[in-house]
């Protein structure tokens, strides 16, 4: 069968059974649109190259549609982005691939992959290539020089003619983000439709994700730093601008997510940004994501005054001995006083927390209760901790508590971790208990009134959605009611 050399399908895989989608909570308030993979397919065809995406997550029974497109395109590549949750289910996309087209090359980036490397390629015949890192420049080098060349591209994991997987080394030089197109949105079927912010978290629709930074400077014991390492480069105001502007008057979008571990570590540019959408404006608003230490009430209303609409910022855990344990700064004075001038700016704010870190309590779990609802927090979020390859806690996971490592499951719905001295059963407990008294506080309930004119395509949604919420809010209560 005769491949096609220059062209890749680009499959975002969903990670789990199909027939489990459509009560997915966690999908059916937020489905994110695979940005890096329309970055690379935009990269990859500003020269000879073709690239299409296939985003499994947002289009649940994919499965014919990949059989279609390698059926009447015979691509010799297959590429993968890959969460640890959903790798396996990639591996399996990867069978069926390579049943109808026996000679496709598969390529498997992502944070897992980036952080397993050649234990992958030992464990997984299927996967021919890991790329670790970005993925734009090494997969067009790739491509256009072939596999049997390979072995000589920085970035890449391959096998050698003996069968030994061996990394070629990290590219020296990570790409300069504003050479790179706008990604290719018009390649995710359906957008920007398909796609959901969580509700709440938008006054406008349509609303989507940008990504204006890569990297982290930080060194958090939960964060995997495999693809970006501890690197920071960033989108310039003007480039973010025009990037903003494209997405509003191609797509209509009213409303954007800028989905950056840390959107104003580099506070000049963020200060250009917001004069800009003040002196030329979009009519659009703008959530971001910030740390602490990076924001302050001069800044804030700059942001306010050009948009900004919600700050969500880490908080982790309100036990300021367990929050020392995993991350720099852990001043809990200095992070409510921070929350409070977020919300005099007139911002709303969304605090994010993780239950079950390695020394949790449930006295830590307590004070993280009473610490975030002694606060002007409008919503937060709150995931079970989950050790990833590539973090650095991972390496010593089994010594602080139970781990069971199964990958499908590592989404940060389950509680794969427990902490010595805690038991699963009581965590759910705890963690169920958490949000219903969340929920059940009288300004809580008032405020989500308030999003009836604030956010009315959220009420939207949840009413459409409304026996989804039902059932996650009737499973919670029946694992709440249950005693260890």
Not at 78 to 106: H, M, N, W, Y
Not at 244 to 253: A, D, P, S, W
Not at 438 to 457: A, C, E, G, I, N
């Amino acid at each position: 069968m005769q491949l096609d050399n220059a062209k890749i399908l680009l499959v975002h895989p969903l990670g789990y059974e199909v027939s489990a989608a459509g009560k997915d909570i966690s999908r059916i308030v937020n489905i994110m649109p695979p940005i890096g993979l329309a970055s690379i397919a935009a990269y990859l065809e500003q020269g000879e190259l073709t690239a299409d995406i296939i985003d499994c997550y947002a289009h649940p029974d994919s499965d014919e549609k990949i059989r279609q497109y390698m059926l009447h395109h015979k691509p010799a590549w297959i590429g993968f982005s890959c969460t640890t949750s959903s790798f396996l289910d990639a591996v399996r996309l990867t069978k069926l691939a390579k049943e109808i087209c026996p000679g496709v090359q598969s390529v498997f980036g992502g944070s897992h992959v980036s952080a397993l490397r050649e234990q992958l390629l030992n464990d997984y015949a299927d996967v021919d290539i890991i790329i670790v890192g970005e993925g734009e420049e090494t997969l067009k080098e790739l491509m256009t020089n072939g596999a049997e060349k390979a072995a000589g591209i920085a970035g890449l994991v391959v096998r050698g003619r003996d069968g030994v997987p061996t990394f070629n080394g990290y590219r020296k030089t990570g790409i300069e983000l504003d050479s790179l197109p706008f990604p290719a949105y018009e390649k995710l079927e359906g957008f920007p439709d398909v796609y959901k912010l969580p509700i709440f978290n938008y006054p406008k629709a349509p609303s989507t994700s940008c990504i204006s930074s890569r990297g982290c400077p930080y060194a958090c014991s939960y964060c995997d730093r495999s693809v970006f390492q501890r690197s920071f480069r960033f989108n310039s105001a003007e480039y973010l601008y025009r990037h903003v502007k494209y997405l509003h008057e191609r797509f209509g979008i009213r409303h954007i997510n800028f989905y950056d571990d840390q959107f104003t570590f580099q506070r000049q540019r963020v200060e250009d940004f917001c004069n800009l959408m003040i002196a030329n404006p979009l009519g659009m608003t703008f959530n971001c994501a910030v740390r602490a230490e990076h924001i302050d009430e001069k800044l804030l209303a700059l942001m306010k005054s050009a948009g900004c609409w919600m700050v969500s910022l880490g908080i982790e855990t309100g036990d300021e001995n367990l929050l020392a344990q995993h991350r720099q700064n852990a001043d809990l004075n200095m992070l409510a006083n921070k929350i409070r001038t977020i919300k005099a700016a007139g911002i709303r704010t969304k605090g994010l927390l993780m239950m079950g870190l390695p020394g949790e309590t449930e006295k830590s779990i307590q004070l993280s209760m009473d610490y975030v609802f002694s606060l002007p927090i409008d919503d937060f979020n709150l995931s079970k901790f989950t050790p990833f390859p590539g973090s650095p806690i991972y390496e010593k996971i089994h010594s602080v508590g139970e781990f069971d490592e199964d990958w499908p499951k590592m989404d940060c719905m389950s509680f794969q971790f427990v902490p010595h001295g805690m038991e699963k059963e009581r965590m759910e407990e705890l963690y169920n208990n958490f949000y219903r008294t969340h929920f059940q506080r009288p300004k809580v309930l008032l405020s989500y009134v308030t999003m009836l004119w604030k956010s009315p395509d959220s009420w939207r949604r949840f009413i459409v959605d409304l026996a989804g919420f039902l059932s996650f809010v009737k499973s919670s209560k029946r694992l709440g009611d249950e005693k260890p």
